[in-house]
């Protein structure tokens, strides 16, 4: 199976005034189609901020990050960024990050509309992940009608709709 995203002694420094903390000492790991991993560390060992990177949401200070075998030099710098988490990551926060005005279909249909997606395979694909995460009934409701656990599933049809 090929590998999906490879990192390679990624650093990360934080700056305050003449302070610096290395957040993240060198991380390498990679990761093949349709395997699964875990991160687990207590609370300020730097998920977060290695998952901000990976997301391509922050840039590392060094190491390298390769996408599909291919080294992505801009990984986490714009306009690359933004490319790089529509074609490519899902990402679900652990507060859920949903738009509070719109309902859960248009929450969840967003990825593809700014991928601008057909109408017609955006609906469809919509109305086939809301069923999927069991929420087929609550697609025209207002996202904050929902409760916590319903609202993380709408964050998670919006992660693995693209
Ligand atoms: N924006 C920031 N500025 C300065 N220090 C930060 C920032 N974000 C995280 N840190 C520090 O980096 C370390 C790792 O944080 P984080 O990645 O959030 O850990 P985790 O998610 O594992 O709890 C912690 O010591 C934290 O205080
Ligand atoms: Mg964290």
Same mark, same amino acid.
């Given at each position: 199976?090929?590998?999906?995203?490879?990192?390679?002694?990624?650093?990360?420094?934080?700056?305050? $005034? +003449?302070?610096? &903390?290395?957040?993240?000492? #060198?991380?390498?790991?990679?990761?093949?189609? =349709? !395997? %699964?991993?875990?991160?687990?560390?207590?609370?300020g060992? $730097? +998920?977060?901020? &290695?998952l901000?990177?990976? #997301?391509?949401?922050?840039?590392a200070?060094? =190491? !390298? %990050?390769?996408?599909?075998?291919?080294?992505?030099?801009?990984?986490?710098?714009?306009?690359?960024?933004?490319?790089i988490?529509?074609?490519?990551?899902?990402?679900?926060?652990?507060?859920?990050?949903?738009?509070?005005?719109?309902?859960?279909?248009?929450?969840v249909?967003?990825?593809?509309?700014?991928?601008?997606?057909?109408?017609?395979?955006?609906?469809?694909?919509?109305?086939?992940?809301?069923?999927?995460?069991?929420?087929?009934?609550?697609?025209?409701?207002?996202?904050?009608?929902?409760?916590?656990g319903?609202?993380?599933?709408?964050?998670?049809?919006?992660?693995?709709i693209?």
């Amino acid at each position: 199976m090929s590998e999906i995203i490879k990192i390679k002694d990624i650093h990360k420094f934080y700056k305050n $005034g +003449k302070d610096s &903390l290395e957040a993240l000492k #060198g991380v390498s790991f990679s990761l093949k189609q =349709g !395997e %699964i991993l875990a991160i687990m560390g207590s609370s300020g060992s $730097g +998920k977060s901020t &290695l998952l901000h990177i990976i #997301g391509a949401m922050d840039v590392a200070d060094e =190491g !390298e %990050i390769y996408l599909n075998g291919k080294l992505e030099e801009k990984y986490g710098v714009e306009p690359n960024a933004t490319k790089i988490r529509s074609e490519n990551i899902g990402f679900i926060f652990q507060a859920f990050n949903l738009i509070q005005d719109f309902t859960v279909e248009e929450n969840v249909s967003l990825p593809l509309i700014l991928a601008k997606e057909k109408s017609k395979e955006i609906r469809k694909r919509t109305k086939d992940i809301l069923e999927w995460v069991g929420l087929a009934e609550k697609g025209r409701n207002p996202v904050t009608d929902l409760s916590g656990g319903q609202q993380q599933r709408v964050a998670i049809a919006r992660a693995l709709i693209n």
